[in-house]
């Protein structure tokens, strides 16, 4: 009788073992034991914000925590603003840095990328009644162009005209793109430059507030890991495949994202 309950044991073990995939959080060196370690700048909806009892959701949130389950470990959610949450994942403060992050050149000389897993655009948000501003080719001319600090839309519009920017003088760098619309509100600046999704849900919380039809760059979004983790990015990205194939990652996107 004992013997045939320890081989059901046996059994519940190796089954649970392979319902993760083959790597189970305890192969994985994370900064905490049992625990994903996840930084973030909650802000940038809808992929991650806060939630008014002070948790957090969004799609980066969601997925991030099938992810960990996937893995046998347990997601922490590290809320910091969005330069510390990619210089976290560096200094391994952080196991996986998910924020909506564009996977740029420059990051990848300090930081590992998993695959992509969706697309981010840069759009500009304008006044309805903007003078300044009517479409893309006017932010040449605009006074001030307002971003989030350290983001891609930040790096582009502050860079020199020889490279497509306007340069640092016409740029300010708000700590969310949450402030950077109220600038844009207050008359502060003449346009806002910021990925697509956020862009939809200020200008659907701020009447009078329009994006521009043209596009201003289009990028791939992908999740951040310290240089030669490989065996988490490794772990992560067959999570990730998994979400894809089972339909739960689409599941979570559509519940964050209306389509038309
Ligand atoms: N995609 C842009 C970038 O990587 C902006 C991301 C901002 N994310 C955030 N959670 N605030 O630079």
């Given amino acids: 009788m004992k013997k045939i309950f320890a081989l059901a044991l046996a059994c519940v073990m190796v089954l649970s073992l392979a319902a993760c995939g083959g790597k189970s959080g305890g192969d994985l060196n994370t900064v905490e034991a049992g625990k994903l370690h996840m930084s973030t700048n909650a802000a940038f909806p809808p992929y991650e914000m806060t939630t008014d009892n002070g948790g957090f959701e969004g799609i980066d949130v969601e997925v991030a925590a099938a992810i960990a389950e996937k893995l046998g470990l347990e997601l922490v959610v590290d809320d910091m603003g969005f330069d510390a949450a990619?210089?976290?994942?560096?200094?391994?403060?952080?196991?996986?840095?998910?924020?909506?992050?564009?996977v740029t050149d420059d990051r990848l000389e300090v930081m590992d990328f998993s695959d992509s897993y969706a697309?981010?655009?840069?759009?500009?948000?304008?006044?309805?009644?903007?003078?300044?501003?009517?479409?893309?080719?006017?932010?040449?001319?605009?006074?001030?162009?307002?971003?989030?600090?350290?983001?891609?839309?930040?790096?582009?519009?502050?860079?020199?005209?020889?490279?497509?920017?306007?340069?640092?003088?016409h740029v300010i760098a708000f700590d969310?793109?949450?402030?950077?619309?109220?600038?844009?509100?207050?008359?502060?600046?003449?346009?806002?430059v910021i990925d697509n999704e956020p862009a939809k849900s200020y200008v659907a919380e701020n009447p009078g507030l329009m994006i521009l039809d043209t596009e201003f760059a289009v990028e791939d979004y992908a999740?951040?890991?310290?240089?030669?983790?490989?065996?988490?990015?490794d772990a992560v990205n067959a999570a990730m495949k998994d979400l894809k194939d089972d339909g739960t990652f689409q599941r979570i996107v559509d519940k964050y994202i209306t389509a038309g």
């Avoid at 210089?87 to 391994?92: E, I, K, L």
């Avoid at 948000?125 to 989030?148: C, N």
């Fill in 119 to 169: 697309t981010g655009v840069q759009v500009v948000i304008v006044k309805e009644d903007s003078p300044a501003v009517q479409s893309i080719d006017d932010l040449a001319s605009a006074a001030m162009i307002g971003t989030q600090k350290a983001t891609t839309g930040y790096i582009y519009c502050s860079d020199t005209p020889e490279n497509g920017g306007y340069g640092e003088d």
């Fill in 223 to 233: 999740i951040g890991f310290a240089k030669g983790n490989t065996a988490l990015k």
């Fill in 176 to 192: 969310t793109g949450a402030l950077a619309v109220m600038a844009l509100v207050n008359g502060q600046v003449d346009a806002v």
């Fill in 86 to 102: 990619l210089t976290a994942v560096q200094t391994g403060q952080s196991d996986i840095a998910m924020a909506g992050i564009t």
